[in-house]
């Protein structure tokens, strides 16, 4: 898993799921977090990628998985996923027509990575049954994975497995057990600066003058650090919110910064990321509100006759 060397703070292209493909979303702001991927994975290692929503996990782990010219494989881990969808089956019409053979077994993403030497990428991998997860003990500290009637399946040297998972998130989700760290690098991802950020927005969403980009990013930024938030937004509410001002202006024929359509826009796009503190008796609307006042300023006054609040 050897790749060439990167001019320091040069933007990553990542490929598309299953391969090596064209480069997709741009790496920003984590030049460091790419450099260790790149060093665990090229060592050998297995690693769990920690960290909130909306930090970059999936855009780094495609980056460096294009850059390195290996397959890609996603699993998305959930409930439901148990050890024969991420081993694989036999196709019950196979075998009775041919019996318990190889050619009659069909892969699952477990599978295929170990055969092709692919990147096995399980997101949220912490809402995976425990059933499942132990699958992967045998496969990371041995490199072979044992099927029944199949036998066994020996994992090519470039496989790697890598995880991510949000540590703060309780709902839905199980503890990871001491058995699957102790086969893993772990690294750890926080959010980008604020200047990240803003690059982020300006890559994703549409151009909007720039000083008022900078306060949808200092907003969203905000409800990270607010009293009553226990779980901020991530750069994906300022994405969001950035379009729907820019489709509401369109809509109500104003600009995009004025005050009440980046009001709303707010409201919609941030209200359902945050989750507020159990002690709060207010509203995420309200919340919403006054951090957005606090970055906009107040409600401007409204010329005689004018519309009511928020374009209603």
């Known amino acids: 898993m050897h790749s060439a060397p990167r001019e320091p703070g040069s933007p990553v292209p990542g490929p598309q799921i299953g391969g090596p493909a064209a480069a997709k979303s741009p790496v920003v702001g984590r030049e460091h977090e790419v450099e260790l991927l790149e060093a665990a994975l090229d060592s050998g290692a297995h690693v769990v990628l920690e960290g909130p929503p909306g930090t970059g996990k999936t855009t780094l782990l495609r980056a460096v998985a294009h850059h390195a010219e290996?397959?890609?494989?996603?699993?998305?881990?959930?409930?439901?996923?148990t050890p024969a969808r991420l081993i694989g089956h036999f196709d019950p019409a196979l075998v009775l027509d041919r019996g318990y053979r190889p050619e009659?077994?069909?892969?699952?993403?477990?599978?295929?990575?170990?055969?092709?030497?692919?990147?096995?990428?399980?997101?949220?991998?912490n809402r995976i049954p425990e059933e499942t997860l132990n699958v992967l003990l045998t496969v990371m500290s041995e490199g072979e994975l044992h099927v029944p009637r199949l036998g066994c399946v020996v994992a090519a040297p470039e496989f790697r497995f890598v995880a991510a998972m949000n540590p703060f998130d309780a709902v839905g989700t199980a503890r990871i057990s001491s058995a699957i760290y102790d086969r893993v690098c772990r690294i750890s991802m926080g959010y980008q600066t604020a200047a990240d950020?803003?690059?982020?927005?300006?890559?994703?969403?549409?151009?909007?003058?720039?000083?008022?980009?900078?306060?949808?990013?200092?907003?969203?930024?905000?409800?990270?650090?607010?009293g009553e938030?226990?779980?901020?937004?991530?750069?994906?509410?300022?994405?969001?919110?950035?379009?729907?001002?820019?489709?509401?202006?369109?809509?109500?024929?104003?600009?995009?910064?004025?005050?009440?359509?980046?009001?709303?826009?707010?409201?919609?796009?941030?209200?359902?990321?945050?989750r507020l503190q159990e002690s709060c008796s207010r509203s995420a609307e309200t919340v919403v509100q006054e951090l957005y006042?606090?970055?906009?300023g107040s409600t401007p006054e409204r010329p005689e006759g004018g519309d009511a609040p928020g374009g209603a």
């Open 197 to 226: 950020e803003e690059t982020v927005v300006v890559l994703r969403a549409p151009r909007v003058p720039e000083p008022w980009r900078a306060k949808v990013v200092e907003l969203v930024r905000a409800t990270r650090e607010h």
């Open 70 to 81: 290996v397959p890609f494989v996603f699993v998305e881990g959930n409930a439901e996923l």
């Open 229 to 274: 938030i226990r779980v901020g937004s991530s750069v994906r509410g300022a994405i969001d919110m950035v379009r729907l001002s820019t489709s509401l202006a369109r809509r109500r024929a104003v600009d995009v910064t004025e005050w009440r359509v980046g009001l709303d826009a707010a409201v919609v796009a941030l209200s359902g990321r945050i």
């Open 293 to 296: 006042e606090k970055a906009f």
């Open 104 to 125: 009659t077994f069909v892969d699952g993403p477990l599978a295929q990575a170990l055969r092709s030497g692919a990147l096995l990428y399980v997101e949220e991998v």
